[in-house]
């Protein structure tokens, strides 16, 4: 069974530009999770879909982001313009069901580094 | 609310001695907490889980944890350190819903 994939693995853009992440989930996982960790700060959770709906994103840090899941399957999130803050390293979970007893599994995450 | 604290940003072992790893967390939940491990270059890889059953949780690897209701404490041990266990380690906290909260990290190096 392939594990959550994502794409690219790095990506390096100048403080203006727009870049999309991908996060393809695990086959059959409706709830898939963004989290993002900044250089020398915690992991912190920014967005949770469900199917395609967004279920929670009260970590969104502002309207810059923007994360979509048509068809609920795989999911962008967009930064448009990117800003220095946003160098990071984000990353995609997808788990089986919503709720505390249910494993998160991630993808390796991608590097985003905005100079 | 919830929090993770992990005491130690960095550890140290020599290969072959005991490695410890200290969490505390605050939940205002009856929560879910996980140890995450991030080898190089690596996803995170979930080490073991505790929901509620047994307090003293087996993981992957030769890893455990031990829920301590009472001193808010979900420490990772393992008996004897391995060169691959080299990694970063997060203490995660879920509550009722599905965000996790993580710890900040704590970067685990083993000598030969």
């Known amino acids: 069974e392939a594990g959550v994939t994502q794409f690219p693995s790095h990506s390096v853009i100048e403080k203006g530009q727009t870049v999309t992440l991908r996060c393809d989930p695990i086959s059959g996982h409706d709830n898939l999770y963004w989290y993002r960790r900044v250089m020398g700060k915690e992991i912190k959770f920014l967005l949770h879909?469900?199917?395609?709906?967004?279920?929670?994103e009260s970590g969104m840090p502002n309207n810059r982001f923007l994360a979509e899941r048509t068809g609920g399957t795989y999911s962008t999130l967009k930064v448009q313009p990117a800003e220095l803050e946003d160098s990071g390293v984000y990353f995609c979970?997808?788990?089986?069901?919503?709720?505390?007893?249910?494993?998160?599994?991630f993808g390796p995450g991608t590097r985003l580094t905005v100079t | 609310a919830q929090s993770v604290t992990q005491l130690d940003s960095h550890v140290s072992v020599s290969e072959g001695t005991p490695v410890l790893l200290r969490c505390n967390y605050s939940s205002s939940y009856s929560p879910s907490l996980f140890w995450y491990v991030q080898h190089p270059n690596k996803g995170l890889q979930l080490l073991l889980k505790?929901?509620?059953?047994?307090?003293l949780v087996k993981g992957i690897n030769g890893f455990e944890a031990e829920f301590k209701k009472s001193e808010t404490s979900f420490h990772l041990t393992k008996p004897s350190a391995h060169m691959s266990d080299a990694a970063e380690y997060f203490c995660?906290?879920?509550?009722?819903?599905?965000?996790?909260?993580f710890g900040s990290g704590t970067r685990l190096q083993v000598q030969p």
């Open positions: 979970a997808s788990s089986q069901d919503s709720g505390r007893l249910y494993e998160q599994y």
């Open positions: 505790y929901t509620s059953a047994a307090t």
């Open positions: 879909f469900v199917k395609e709906s967004k279920q929670d």
């Open positions: 995660v906290v879920s509550d009722i819903w599905r965000a996790l909260t």
